[in-house]
T-cell receptor, first 110, second 116 residues
Framework: KQEVTQIPAALSVPEGENLVLNCSFT??????LQWFRQDPGKGLTSLLL?????REQTSGRLNASLDKSSGRSTLYIAASQPGDSATYLC?????????FGKGTRLSVIA | DARVTQTPRHKVTEMGQEVTMRCQPI?????VFWYRQTMMQGLELLAY????????DSGMPKDRFSAEMPDATLATLKIQPSEPRDSAVYFC??????????????FGPGTRLTVL
């Protein structure tokens, strides 16, 4: 059974800092990995989707990498801003649809 | 601006009452998913459909939960009878999954259910 772990569970950084969020999964037989953002009391916003054949995807200040063989992904956020404060979730798709991690709650302090 | 819509956004009900949640997937998407989010368990997949056919509902308590897609524009999740432990946020998501592979999923805003 696929399990997804995100470390750390919470992170607080000063504005302007670059940061990395980690995601690991137990079964490397995945089709893709998706990073989401969730604001308090809101739904999930898709940030990046990496197909299993890809190594990374970039969108603006966000860069996600995937190392399928080791079961790891990272989300890199450059020059963090207070508006980046949210919970970031990673999820993998294999033979079954999305299996989610518990998320990393990010606070960017002005 | 295509998006998944869910109704109601909030629902407060008493234990034992029936609850029906509705979802309108993005037009053209052929897969629909129901998730439940709680503080303790995080996001859990309850059920999903492809081309309106149920593929898996093993995540749902079968005795009280049911999920259907009466047509391509409507998915429903019903709880009867509801219990306090069903209190959670229920999300619907849709995606386009040709050939059986699951591609990017887009989530609705959720229905926040409170069962007293």
């Amino acid at each position: 059974k696929q399990e997804v772990t995100q470390i750390p569970a919470a992170l607080s950084v000063p504005e302007g800092e670059n940061l990395v969020l980690n995601c690991s999964f137990t079964d490397s037989a995945i089709y893709n990995l998706q990073w989401f953002r969730q604001d308090p009391g809101k739904g999930l916003t898709s940030l990046l989707l990496i197909q299993s054949s890809q190594r990374e995807q970039t969108s603006g200040r966000l860069n996600a990498s995937l190392d399928k063989s080791s079961g790891r992904s990272t989300l890199y956020i450059a020059a963090s801003q207070p508006g980046d404060s949210a919970t970031y979730l990673c999820a993998v798709t294999g033979n079954t649809p999305l299996v989610f991690g518990k998320g990393t709650r990010l606070s960017v302090i002005a | 601006d295509a998006r998944v819509t869910q109704t109601p956004r909030h629902k407060v009900t008493e234990m034992g009452q029936e609850v029906t949640m509705r979802c309108q997937p993005i037009l053209g998407h052929n897969t629909v998913f129901w998730y439940r989010q709680t503080m303790m368990q995080g996001l859990e997949l309850l059920a999903y459909f492809r081309n309106r056919a149920p593929l898996d509902d093993s995540g749902m308590p079968k005795d009280r939960f049911s999920a259907e897609m009466p047509d391509a524009t409507l998915a429903t999740l019903k709880i009867q009878p509801s219990e306090p432990r069903d209190s959670a946020v229920y999300f619907c998501a849709s995606g386009l999954s040709p050939g059986g592979r699951y591609n990017e999923q887009f989530f609705g805003p959720g229905t926040r259910l409170t069962v007293l």
